[in-house]
């Protein structure tokens, strides 16, 4: 196996426990709550929490990782996972495991960012585009296999092993990634300032903005009108300071606000996927809807690997827009979708859409990346996982407010067609440029 390999597996081997942990407690979630005799609503608060905190910590993570560096992060959050998992095996009540779980998720928080731009510098040009693609890869094989093993370890097991599966996986991680992995930023920069003000600003508004979907019954006048007031403050706070957590400035740069809004419209479009159907389809029974969402997810990752194989070919902005002319195919097909539907014709439209959503993910990331200087790449992955997550947060309120409503179909279309017209335009732009790199070499 060659070096590249190397240090892709190294940092894979660890990262994708994120995903797996994310979707793997849910089917766990009656077992604890009768182990732990708490309420199915209160146990919710161990997803929730994850939720939070990996929407919170994302873009702070990768800030982190430009100031003192990425692989020093990543380790750091490679250790947290570690004992926070084993931790969260031996939780003795809600409140420990609420705590020892939002511990977890600071883990993989500092983990994901600092993965992403340890492969966008430790890994050749030519090759990254497939380095993503296998990342995306693996990472939406861990969010689709998460339910199935962790049905199979509490049948076979307990609750505790969702836990204590992760052990070995990261310990291999810690060692591979400390022997193999590169230092991409030996010399961060002399300024080691960080927006502490911006960085409570952000936090509590993305902490709102995910409880908001996850918890309905609290959005009301007053918090919406807080919501409001962070956001103001927080626009202030990041004009004003010397080292801004987000730089808005970095929005200026075409490519890099397209990519984060191709990946929150894609994310949109996956999590509405999730969430409507289960409620939807109630001819099915749910391990039917189990193994039918698992096609979707499965779909979803090997087009991924297969995107990010095609970027090479025909360009990352032509393949965004195959993803999305594919997902305004994918809307027309879940509108058609009823009590009737038969069990083939679903899950063709499931595989279908899965492909649909993953075979521009490669090419999003990438543009996000290479669109800011060395020095930034780090904020930029945060910045772009946390838009990733936005659009699962909106996917969740749409589906609560409009599901059962056919304007709910016409908004995945009219999403699905706004990403199309943006990546279109950036493949207009980059075909005018061309044409005027050549006419001015010609003269």
């Not at 604890?32 to 873009?59: C, E, F, G, K, R």
């Not at 994901?112 to 990254?128: C, E, G, Q, V």
């Not at 010399?187 to 918890?215: C, Q, S, V």
């Not at 990519?259 to 996956?270: C, D, G, H, K, R």
Request: aromatic share 14%; with cysteine.
């Amino acid at each position: 196996m060659n070096k590249t390999n190397l240090i892709l597996l190294s940092i894979l081997i660890g990262t994708f426990l994120v995903p797996v942990n994310s979707t793997m407690i849910a089917v766990g979630l009656p077992s604890i709550a009768s182990y732990l005799n708490v309420s199915i609503t209160d146990i919710s608060w161990v997803v929730t929490i994850y939720l939070i905190v990996m929407a919170v910590v994302q873009p702070i993570a990768g800030k982190l990782g430009d100031l003192y560096g990425n692989k020093q992060v990543m380790q750091i959050g490679f250790i947290v996972f570690l004992i926070s998992s084993i931790a969260c095996a031996f939780s003795f009540n809600l409140f420990s495991l609420i705590l020892f779980r939002s511990l977890q998720a600071l883990g993989g928080a500092l983990l994901t960012p600092n993965a992403t731009a340890i492969i966008r510098f430790a890994i050749p040009t030519k090759k990254l585009s497939h380095a993503f693609g296998i990342f995306g890869l693996t990472m939406g094989l861990g969010a689709a296999i998460g339910p199935l093993l962790g049905s199979f370890l509490i049948r076979s097991f307990s609750w505790e092993a969702i836990f204590w599966v992760n052990i070995p996986f990261l310990v291999i991680g810690v060692i591979a990634t400390w022997l193999i992995v590169p230092n991409v930023n030996d010399a961060p920069p002399n300024n080691k300032t960080l927006d502490i003000a911006g960085t409570l600003y952000l936090g509590a508004i993305l902490t709102f903005i995910t409880l908001f979907a996850t918890k309905k019954e609290l959005i009301t006048g007053w918090t919406t009108l807080v919501l409001f007031i962070l956001v103001a403050l927080f626009s202030y706070q990041e004009l004003v300071s010397k080292a801004p957590l987000i730089e808005f400035s970095m929005f200026k740069n075409i490519h890099f606000t397209t990519a984060n809004l191709f990946i929150m419209i894609n994310n949109f479009f996956m999590y509405s996927t999730v969430l409507f159907i289960p409620i939807s389809l109630n001819q099915f029974s749910i391990s039917t809807i189990g193994m039918m969402l698992f096609y979707f997810a499965l779909s979803m990752s090997l087009s991924s690997w297969i995107g990010g194989t095609l970027a090479n070919m025909i360009g990352k902005e032509k393949v965004i827009s195959i993803s999305f002319f594919l997902c305004c195919i994918t809307a027309l097909l879940y509108f058609t979708f009823s009590n009737e539907s038969s069990y083939p014709f679903v899950v063709f439209a499931l595989i279908f859409g899965g492909f649909s959503s993953g075979i521009g993910i490669a090419s999003m990331q990438i543009n996000s990346l290479k669109s800011v200087p060395r020095e930034k790449v780090g904020i930029a992955s945060g910045i772009y996982s946390t838009f990733r997550y936005l659009g699962g947060i909106m996917a969740s309120l749409v589906v609560a407010i409009l599901i059962g409503n056919t304007f709910f179909f016409l908004l995945l279309l009219c999403f699905s067609i706004i990403g199309l017209i943006l990546s279109l335009g950036l493949v207009l732009k980059n075909r005018t440029n061309l044409n005027t790199k050549k006419y001015e070499v010609k003269i």
